[in-house]
């Protein structure tokens, strides 16, 4: 009961952020130079073909109605039309989104289980040889640029050993999977298409091993530093000076006090993982938002500027919501 | 039976470009059954000796000698052996509660953790027996407490569970580390006498480490005095404490303030860091009677009867108390400069100040120019008037009111004394004092003008003439500034020149004894002591009309303590300013205040000259906070009164604060607000105040 | 454990005394660049297009026939370049910010921090991405991109470390002794707050590097023919399918130590911080 009604208020007071977000974004996409008529009607077209084709979008509106519109519309769910394809914005979004999200969602779990493993391990062996291994790995995997990682692990395991499908899409087409959520694993899991789950999960090994490797340094240091400053703290001395086992220290004493830290870290390394698969997406050809997100940048297409911006900022306060939940579970010293 | 026997014992530390020898030869034996004290200021080794015990020493150190626990020694124990002995043979009770208790986890679980691993219980009996524990350390409703997590226990509760945890792990031997730190006088008694009951109930050995030997001896049957990581003394407490051979025991318990008033002696300079084991007596330097001996070869502890040893060439004989007004001692003092300052000596018959022998200058306070000649002749520097302050949650409601209605002045060449429990509003007043606080109703004056009616330059201005010296000596200096810069820094804001200031700042250095080297260092280089002195150099170099002091010794160890006080009383004794002192630790205050207000829950309860305070308290609090402060002297002399909870267990919704914890509270108390009244001499809170004697008097038949 | 204290005060050295040697190769090769490499950065050699490493080309050549080695040395001129001027531009401003938010409060200190919470709404490269995309490329814009992104981060680590400071005993003596705010702030506060800083900055110029090198592989950057790491990698990736890797690896390669330096020394701080903090 508290819980939800911790989220409540915080759905609320995520209100005026996003209605920032939305204000800003909107202002912005159209003060600053390029004009997204243009790139769709070539250098060649005339006047009256542009001020057809601004009429068309709504552009010809004064900015106060542009905005008015474009909010009444986003009450209704309604994100508008792309001017580059036509289509609408939301259904666009709603393909792009799931196998971005598959990769992420995917990746933070392997790196979270991989830093919790390590970092105990490694914070257990302070100061030790296998501790600075640990460390200075870290250090190499924060300061590996993904997109490079990605290309050279084509270039190793595609180009040379031939153990990965080529970079281009997410599943073998001749697996005739039909579309649900866009997550293709989880689309053939649900369609129990055992061949296609089997090529999803082939055309997911090396972009998930990109991503791990370059979010998992992040946490791997938090955890190995948060887990030190409980080892080191006097409540974990006087228990192990009470002779309680080792097991026991690991579990009770160790594990959740480390983990409780950890949440708000977590969220911001989604965070990290969202902005890093733009450009994975891209090296692998993945067709996922970021890659549909970016398009729409650069050809000023308004409506799709406006709802993945959009989308980003509540996806991304969503996951700080959950993250502060998680570490008032964790943490009993934190009231919500 | 011996349970515990550390014979010989060395631990050298390594650390970065720099050894430190932390023990040097020490040993000391505890027995079943047997309460044993540990005592010594802070740097002596205490804490060193009760990680060695259950080999928990830091990174870095070397350790040699023995320390043998029913035979077997803890330092040549492997890993498996010392996991098996740890909590069954020695457990150790922290020194911080709170910090030791692991924070995610219930504290149920963790004393049930403990009971699992080392007695032969099944999960259901060892919560039951979870239970017995809590309700026999003094839990009240122990079911429930199981279910806490430690951030909602209160300091004292935290102690208690600490123990429950400690005795958990059924141990022959408890190690308490400090465990009465913070807490205050009432529960501070309470907890020591559950170490009593663990050994006399339990048959288990203790060993209770403190830097006060006031508080601790009346529960031990044997002390060690550490100095500088060797056992100077150790013998039975009745001897060590009335009769020292140690010219540091004595020092020490000399430099310890008491209730009944008698004088403070002053060792001057502070504990040695050693780098290696000493080859010469480590309190030579200090000591009045070292001789050629004593710096050319160190002494070995030597037998004085039975089992009293000291490591002393000449160690003294006779009563502390008498030798305090010896003849020798006087003489000693004007030839080595172990000044003894009689803070007050003659016994003042009626509250009038007088027989002040450090301080000539106040015979002339009555004296000074009036400035105002309402209440008193001298002139008021500060006036607090019904002075409210609530410290509000950020959106209304609810809120902390730290002080309800405070109303006090004080004249030039006044000193004031402010005592209380932690969490009475003393701090609260001393910002309030300060104008660092705004009071939330009610008005502060400072030299006769309202704190909330001047803003800006002439803030700043009007506020120099209030200085505050911190609790926390170090922490109240700026850590990228020099000395010169702390000292310095409100002639500074004044727009003093530069060649002014430095002589002023090098004039205010000499008046504290400081040597003008420091200048150029920074906080982190100087000791608590030293810092201390800067920070009432800086205090005084402005000329402010009055200095507030907020718990000023409470951070020094005690033959520091004795120095700064002395170098307060000097400063106090000033007749063109007024002084307000205050602090928790009740004989300090009795020292060299003229007059004292007692703080419960931001109110005052009791006001008046410090002699009929002291002597003759007429409020229930008083008098129970009088009889529960440890002494080493003839300490409070009436009648005691015990309160029936603790503090954080009640709260002041209407009427007498104190009426949930008052033995004498009758159903009047709780209804309406206690105001002031004149009782003899002081004015007091309690509408019962002149029953109290009687009521005494039936209680103790 | 004996070891423990002098290990970690060795190790702490080692990362620092790395860290250090990487960043000053890379320095010294960026500005002997023309010594080191017989072809300019943009200097194309229409007799070899994507020619293999050896003869003629240390390195190689890309798609444009550019020398692929000339044009990884003087691309860390660039690289460097924007990554530290943009660090120290956030660590200015941001610390500006979080210092008067800090201190004064009120107010002025809920509108600054609402302000950002809308900046932080925003994963930092994603918000990296946005202002790029919409501003232009170019070297100051990225500064400023960069800068931007990371300025309220600072802020907000000032601002807490000024509101812990504001009230500690030693800024308290400072105002009892009638300093004016401002004497207080800059004499006292300032200094105090800006440890976390020292230390995350170095950390941050390589994370600033890694976002400039990311734009510029997106397009977003520095536009081809300047030499610029990520640029380069954006125009060998295609090789890679092919099994051509000197087009990409060397630059990114290139990238991955020059952070890597960064973060040595940043974490060789850190950990000196922390031991003395002990």
Same mark, same amino acid.
């Given at each position: 009961?508290?819980?939800?009604?911790?989220?409540?208020?915080?759905?609320?007071?995520? *209100?005026?952020?996003?209605?920032?977000?939305?204000?800003?974004?909107?202002?912005?996409?159209?003060?600053?130079?390029?004009?997204?008529?243009?790139?769709?009607?070539?250098?060649?077209?005339?006047?009256?073909?542009?001020?057809?084709?601004?009429?068309?979008?709504?552009?010809?509106?004064?900015?106060?109605? &542009?905005?008015?519109?474009?909010? #009444?519309?986003?009450?209704?769910?309604?994100?508008?039309?792309?001017? &580059?394809?036509?289509?609408?914005?939301?259904?666009?979004?709603?393909?792009?989104?799931?196998?971005?999200?598959?990769?992420?969602?995917?990746?933070l779990i392997i790196a979270l289980v991989i830093a919790t493993v390590l970092g105990i391990w490694s914070a257990r062996r302070a100061g030790g040889a296998g501790d600075h291994t640990v460390r200075v790995g870290a250090l190499v995997g924060n300061s590996v640029p993904e997109f490079w990682l990605g290309l050279v692990l084509i270039l190793v395991v595609y180009s040379v050993l031939g153990w990965a499908p080529a970079p281009s899409g997410r599943v073998d087409p001749d697996t005739n999977l039909s579309l649900i959520t866009g997550a293709d694993?989880?689309?053939?899991?649900?369609?129990?298409?055992?061949?296609?789950?089997?090529?999803?999960?082939?055309h997911l090994m090396l972009p998930v091993a990109t991503l791990v490797i370059v979010i998992v340094a992040p946490l791997l240091r938090s955890v190995r530093a948060s887990a030190l400053e409980v080892l080191r703290s006097e409540a974990y001395t006087a228990a192990a000076t009470h002779g309680l086992r080792d097991r026991l220290l690991l579990r009770g004493y160790l594990l959740r006090a480390t983990l409780a830290r950890l949440p708000a870290l977590a969220a911001l390394v989604f965070g990290f993982a969202i902005g890093s698969t733009v450009l994975i997406e891209y090296v692998f050809s993945w067709q996922g938002f970021g890659?549909?997100?970016?398009?729409?940048?650069?050809?000023?297409?308004?409506?799709? $500027? &406006?709802?993945?911006?959009?989308?980003?900022?509540?996806?991304?306060?969503?996951?700080?919501?959950?993250? =502060? $939940? *998680?570490?008032?579970?964790?943490?009993?010293?934190?009231r919500i | 039976m011996t349970l515990l026997a550390i014979e010989d014992l060395s631990v050298v530390i390594h650390g970065r470009g720099r050894q430190v020898a932390a023990l040097s030869g020490v040993t000391l034996s505890v027995g079943s059954g047997e309460v044993v004290g540990l005592v010594g200021e802070s740097g002596g080794g205490k804490s060193m000796v009760a990680r060695s015990i259950v080999g928990l020493l830091p990174g870095g150190s070397q350790a040699s000698g023995h320390v043998f626990f029913d035979g077997s020694d803890v330092l040549a124990m492997g890993r498996a052996e010392l996991e098996s002995f740890r909590g069954r043979g020695a457990a150790i009770c922290f020194q911080n509660p709170r910090g030791a208790l692991s924070p995610t986890r219930t504290v149920g679980r963790q004393l049930v953790d403990r009971l699992l691993t080392h007695q032969k219980l099944s999960p259901d009996q060892a919560r039951e027996v979870a239970a017995e524990l809590f309700e026999s350390v003094g839990i009240r409703s122990p079911k429930r407490r199981l279910a806490a997590y430690p951030h909602e226990l209160s300091g004292g509760m935290a102690q208690r569970v600490m123990i429950s945890l400690a005795t958990g792990c059924a141990p022959g031997l408890l190690i308490a580390d400090e465990p009465t730190t913070g807490l205050d006088v009432t529960l501070t008694r309470e907890i020591l006498a559950r170490f009593? &009951?663990?050994?006399?109930?339990?048959?288990?050995?203790?060993?209770?480490?403190?830097?006060?030997?006031?508080?601790?001896?009346?529960?031990? =049957?044997?002390?060690?005095?550490?100095?500088? /990581?060797? *056992? $100077?003394?150790? /013998?039975?407490?009745?001897?060590?404490?009335?009769?020292?051979?140690?010219?540091y025991t004595r020092a020490l318990l000399r430099s310890v303030p008491d209730l009944d008033g008698r004088p403070v002696a002053v060792t001057p300079g502070s504990m040695p860091l050693l780098r290696e084991a000493p080859g010469s007596c480590p309190f030579a330097q200090r000591c009045t009677d070292s001789s050629e001996r004593c710096t050319a070869e160190r002494p070995m502890a030597r037998l004085i009867t039975g089992e009293w040893s000291?490591?002393?060439?000449?160690?003294?004989?006779?009563?502390?108390?008498?030798?305090?007004?010896?003849? =020798?001692?006087?003489?000693?003092?004007?030839?080595?400069?172990q000044a003894e300052y009689p803070l007050r000596i003659g016994e003042a018959p009626s509250g009038e100040p007088s027989g002040e022998i450090e301080a000539p200058g106040?015979?002339?306070?009555?004296?000074?120019?009036?400035?105002?000649?309402?209440?008193?002749?001298?002139?008021?520097?500060?006036?607090?008037?019904?002075?409210?302050?609530?410290?509000?949650?950020?959106? #209304? #409601?609810?809120?902390?009111?730290?002080?309800?209605?405070?109303?006090?002045?004080?004249?030039?060449?006044?000193?004031?004394? *402010?005592?209380?429990?932690? /969490?009475?509003?003393?701090?609260?007043?001393?910002?309030?004092?300060l104008g660092l606080q705004a009071p939330t109703r009610g008005r502060v004056e400072v030299a006769g003008r309202d704190l909330a009616k001047v803003r800006g330059a002439e803030l700043r201005r009007l506020r120099t003439r209030v200085q505050l010296v911190f609790q926390d000596p170090i922490g109240s200096l700026s850590p990228r500034r020099t000395v010169a810069d702390a000292i310095g820094e409100p002639l500074r804001a004044a727009g003093v020149p530069a060649a002014e200031r430095e002589a002023r700042v090098r004039a205010a250095l000499e008046r504290m004894e400081l040597d003008a080297s420091i200048l150029e260092r920074r906080p982190h280089e100087l000791s608590g002591g030293q810092a201390q002195r800067v920070g009432i150099a800086r205090a005084l170099v402005g000329e402010p009309d009055l200095i507030v002091f907020d718990e000023p010794t409470s951070a020094l160890d005690v033959t520091v303590q004795a120095q700064i006080l002395k170098v307060i009383a000097e400063v106090t004794s000033d007749p063109s300013r007024g002084a307000v002192f205050i602090s928790h630790d009740l004989a300090t205050v009795r020292g060299f205040c003229d007059r004292v207000v007692v703080l419960y829950l931001g109110r005052i309860v009791e006001e008046g000259p410090v002699e009929s305070v002291f002597g003759d308290p007429r409020h229930p609090y008083t008098r129970a906070l009088l009889s529960s402060a440890p002494s080493l002297g003839r300490g409070f002399a009436g009648a005691g009164?015990?309160?029936?909870?603790?503090?954080?267990?009640?709260?002041?919704?209407? #009427?007498?604060?104190?009426?949930?914890?008052?033995?004498?509270?009758?159903?009047?108390?709780?209804?309406?607000?206690q105001e002031l009244r004149d009782h003899g001499g002081s004015r007091v809170a309690c509408h019962r105040a002149a029953d109290i004697p009687g009521l005494i008097e039936l209680i103790e038949r | 454990m004996a070891r423990t204290a002098r290990t970690k005060e060795r190790f702490a050295s080692s990362l620092i005394v790395v860290g250090s040697a990487i960043l000053i190769t890379v320095v010294l090769a960026a500005l002997f660049a023309p010594l080191l490499s017989s072809w300019g950065p943009e200097e194309i050699d229409p007799a070899a297009s994507l020619a293999a490493p050896g003869g003629a080309h240390l390195l190689g050549t890309d798609l444009n026939g550019m020398d692929v080695w000339s044009r990884v040395l003087y691309a860390a001129r660039l690289d460097l370049g924007v990554a530290v001027a943009s660090v120290a531009l956030a660590v200015v401003a941001g610390s500006l910010i979080g210092l008067v938010a800090g201190y004064r409060g009120g107010l002025l200190d809920d509108a600054l921090m609402r302000v950002l919470d809308i900046f932080q709404a925003f994963p930092t490269f994603i918000l990296a991405l946005a202002v790029a995309a919409l501003l232009g490329g170019g070297v100051a814009n990225l500064i400023a991109v960069v800068a931007l992104v990371n300025a309220p981060a600072y802020a907000r680590l000032v601002r807490a470390e000024v509101r812990a400071i504001r009230d500690l005993p030693f800024v308290e003596a400072a105002r009892t002794s009638g300093s004016s705010t401002w004497?207080?702030?800059?004499?006292?506060?300032?200094?105090?707050?800006?440890?976390?800083v020292r230390v995350i900055a170095p950390l941050n110029c390589g994370w600033a590097m890694l976002t400039l090198a990311g734009l510029s592989f997106l397009g977003l950057g520095i536009p081809t023919p300047e030499a610029e790491w990520g640029a380069m990698i954006s125009l060998g990736a295609g090789d890679v399918v092919a099994g051509r890797w000197w087009t990409s690896v060397p630059p990114g390669l290139c990238l991955l130590i020059c952070v890597l330096g960064f973060s040595l020394l940043g974490e060789g701080l850190q950990e000196r911080a922390d031991s003395k903090r002990r």
């Amino acid at each position: 009961m508290r819980v939800l009604r911790f989220v409540l208020r915080r759905l609320l007071q995520l *209100v005026p952020v996003l209605l920032g977000v939305v204000i800003l974004t909107f202002l912005l996409v159209r003060v600053l130079p390029g004009d997204p008529i243009k790139t769709i009607l070539g250098p060649n077209a005339s006047e009256a073909d542009a001020a057809a084709a601004r009429a068309r979008f709504g552009l010809d509106q004064p900015l106060w109605q &542009q905005f008015l519109d474009y909010l #009444g519309g986003l009450v209704t769910g309604d994100f508008g039309t792309s001017i &580059q394809s036509g289509g609408a914005v939301a259904s666009e979004m709603a393909v792009r989104l799931g196998p971005t999200l598959e990769l992420v969602v995917i990746a933070l779990i392997i790196a979270l289980v991989i830093a919790t493993v390590l970092g105990i391990w490694s914070a257990r062996r302070a100061g030790g040889a296998g501790d600075h291994t640990v460390r200075v790995g870290a250090l190499v995997g924060n300061s590996v640029p993904e997109f490079w990682l990605g290309l050279v692990l084509i270039l190793v395991v595609y180009s040379v050993l031939g153990w990965a499908p080529a970079p281009s899409g997410r599943v073998d087409p001749d697996t005739n999977l039909s579309l649900i959520t866009g997550a293709d694993l989880l689309d053939a899991a649900l369609t129990a298409n055992g061949p296609a789950f089997l090529s999803a999960l082939h055309h997911l090994m090396l972009p998930v091993a990109t991503l791990v490797i370059v979010i998992v340094a992040p946490l791997l240091r938090s955890v190995r530093a948060s887990a030190l400053e409980v080892l080191r703290s006097e409540a974990y001395t006087a228990a192990a000076t009470h002779g309680l086992r080792d097991r026991l220290l690991l579990r009770g004493y160790l594990l959740r006090a480390t983990l409780a830290r950890l949440p708000a870290l977590a969220a911001l390394v989604f965070g990290f993982a969202i902005g890093s698969t733009v450009l994975i997406e891209y090296v692998f050809s993945w067709q996922g938002f970021g890659q549909w997100a970016l398009r729409g940048l650069l050809f000023r297409d308004y409506p799709v $500027v &406006q709802a993945s911006v959009l989308v980003i900022a509540l996806l991304y306060v969503l996951v700080f919501l959950i993250a =502060d $939940v *998680v570490q008032a579970i964790l943490d009993p010293r934190v009231r919500i | 039976m011996t349970l515990l026997a550390i014979e010989d014992l060395s631990v050298v530390i390594h650390g970065r470009g720099r050894q430190v020898a932390a023990l040097s030869g020490v040993t000391l034996s505890v027995g079943s059954g047997e309460v044993v004290g540990l005592v010594g200021e802070s740097g002596g080794g205490k804490s060193m000796v009760a990680r060695s015990i259950v080999g928990l020493l830091p990174g870095g150190s070397q350790a040699s000698g023995h320390v043998f626990f029913d035979g077997s020694d803890v330092l040549a124990m492997g890993r498996a052996e010392l996991e098996s002995f740890r909590g069954r043979g020695a457990a150790i009770c922290f020194q911080n509660p709170r910090g030791a208790l692991s924070p995610t986890r219930t504290v149920g679980r963790q004393l049930v953790d403990r009971l699992l691993t080392h007695q032969k219980l099944s999960p259901d009996q060892a919560r039951e027996v979870a239970a017995e524990l809590f309700e026999s350390v003094g839990i009240r409703s122990p079911k429930r407490r199981l279910a806490a997590y430690p951030h909602e226990l209160s300091g004292g509760m935290a102690q208690r569970v600490m123990i429950s945890l400690a005795t958990g792990c059924a141990p022959g031997l408890l190690i308490a580390d400090e465990p009465t730190t913070g807490l205050d006088v009432t529960l501070t008694r309470e907890i020591l006498a559950r170490f009593r &009951q663990a050994a006399d109930a339990e048959g288990r050995g203790v060993l209770l480490i403190s830097h006060d030997l006031a508080s601790i001896a009346e529960v031990c =049957d044997r002390v060690v005095v550490l100095y500088a /990581g060797t *056992v $100077v003394e150790t /013998g039975p407490v009745a001897r060590v404490l009335t009769e020292p051979a140690h010219p540091y025991t004595r020092a020490l318990l000399r430099s310890v303030p008491d209730l009944d008033g008698r004088p403070v002696a002053v060792t001057p300079g502070s504990m040695p860091l050693l780098r290696e084991a000493p080859g010469s007596c480590p309190f030579a330097q200090r000591c009045t009677d070292s001789s050629e001996r004593c710096t050319a070869e160190r002494p070995m502890a030597r037998l004085i009867t039975g089992e009293w040893s000291t490591a002393c060439f000449h160690p003294k004989t006779g009563s502390l108390a008498e030798r305090v007004h010896g003849l =020798d001692d006087i003489a000693h003092a004007r030839h080595l400069e172990q000044a003894e300052y009689p803070l007050r000596i003659g016994e003042a018959p009626s509250g009038e100040p007088s027989g002040e022998i450090e301080a000539p200058g106040k015979a002339a306070t009555t004296g000074g120019a009036p400035y105002r000649t309402e209440v008193v002749d001298a002139r008021e520097v500060l006036r607090v008037e019904d002075a409210h302050v609530v410290y509000g949650s950020r959106f #209304g #409601g609810g809120g902390h009111h730290a002080l309800r209605g405070v109303g006090l002045s004080v004249a030039a060449g006044e000193t004031l004394g *402010v005592v209380g429990e932690s /969490g009475c509003g003393k701090s609260t007043l001393a910002r309030l004092m300060l104008g660092l606080q705004a009071p939330t109703r009610g008005r502060v004056e400072v030299a006769g003008r309202d704190l909330a009616k001047v803003r800006g330059a002439e803030l700043r201005r009007l506020r120099t003439r209030v200085q505050l010296v911190f609790q926390d000596p170090i922490g109240s200096l700026s850590p990228r500034r020099t000395v010169a810069d702390a000292i310095g820094e409100p002639l500074r804001a004044a727009g003093v020149p530069a060649a002014e200031r430095e002589a002023r700042v090098r004039a205010a250095l000499e008046r504290m004894e400081l040597d003008a080297s420091i200048l150029e260092r920074r906080p982190h280089e100087l000791s608590g002591g030293q810092a201390q002195r800067v920070g009432i150099a800086r205090a005084l170099v402005g000329e402010p009309d009055l200095i507030v002091f907020d718990e000023p010794t409470s951070a020094l160890d005690v033959t520091v303590q004795a120095q700064i006080l002395k170098v307060i009383a000097e400063v106090t004794s000033d007749p063109s300013r007024g002084a307000v002192f205050i602090s928790h630790d009740l004989a300090t205050v009795r020292g060299f205040c003229d007059r004292v207000v007692v703080l419960y829950l931001g109110r005052i309860v009791e006001e008046g000259p410090v002699e009929s305070v002291f002597g003759d308290p007429r409020h229930p609090y008083t008098r129970a906070l009088l009889s529960s402060a440890p002494s080493l002297g003839r300490g409070f002399a009436g009648a005691g009164v015990t309160l029936t909870r603790d503090l954080e267990e009640t709260d002041a919704a209407r #009427g007498c604060a104190l009426a949930p914890r008052c033995p004498f509270s009758v159903p009047a108390c709780a209804e309406r607000e206690q105001e002031l009244r004149d009782h003899g001499g002081s004015r007091v809170a309690c509408h019962r105040a002149a029953d109290i004697p009687g009521l005494i008097e039936l209680i103790e038949r | 454990m004996a070891r423990t204290a002098r290990t970690k005060e060795r190790f702490a050295s080692s990362l620092i005394v790395v860290g250090s040697a990487i960043l000053i190769t890379v320095v010294l090769a960026a500005l002997f660049a023309p010594l080191l490499s017989s072809w300019g950065p943009e200097e194309i050699d229409p007799a070899a297009s994507l020619a293999a490493p050896g003869g003629a080309h240390l390195l190689g050549t890309d798609l444009n026939g550019m020398d692929v080695w000339s044009r990884v040395l003087y691309a860390a001129r660039l690289d460097l370049g924007v990554a530290v001027a943009s660090v120290a531009l956030a660590v200015v401003a941001g610390s500006l910010i979080g210092l008067v938010a800090g201190y004064r409060g009120g107010l002025l200190d809920d509108a600054l921090m609402r302000v950002l919470d809308i900046f932080q709404a925003f994963p930092t490269f994603i918000l990296a991405l946005a202002v790029a995309a919409l501003l232009g490329g170019g070297v100051a814009n990225l500064i400023a991109v960069v800068a931007l992104v990371n300025a309220p981060a600072y802020a907000r680590l000032v601002r807490a470390e000024v509101r812990a400071i504001r009230d500690l005993p030693f800024v308290e003596a400072a105002r009892t002794s009638g300093s004016s705010t401002w004497s207080v702030l800059w004499r006292h506060v300032l200094p105090n707050s800006l440890t976390p800083v020292r230390v995350i900055a170095p950390l941050n110029c390589g994370w600033a590097m890694l976002t400039l090198a990311g734009l510029s592989f997106l397009g977003l950057g520095i536009p081809t023919p300047e030499a610029e790491w990520g640029a380069m990698i954006s125009l060998g990736a295609g090789d890679v399918v092919a099994g051509r890797w000197w087009t990409s690896v060397p630059p990114g390669l290139c990238l991955l130590i020059c952070v890597l330096g960064f973060s040595l020394l940043g974490e060789g701080l850190q950990e000196r911080a922390d031991s003395k903090r002990r």
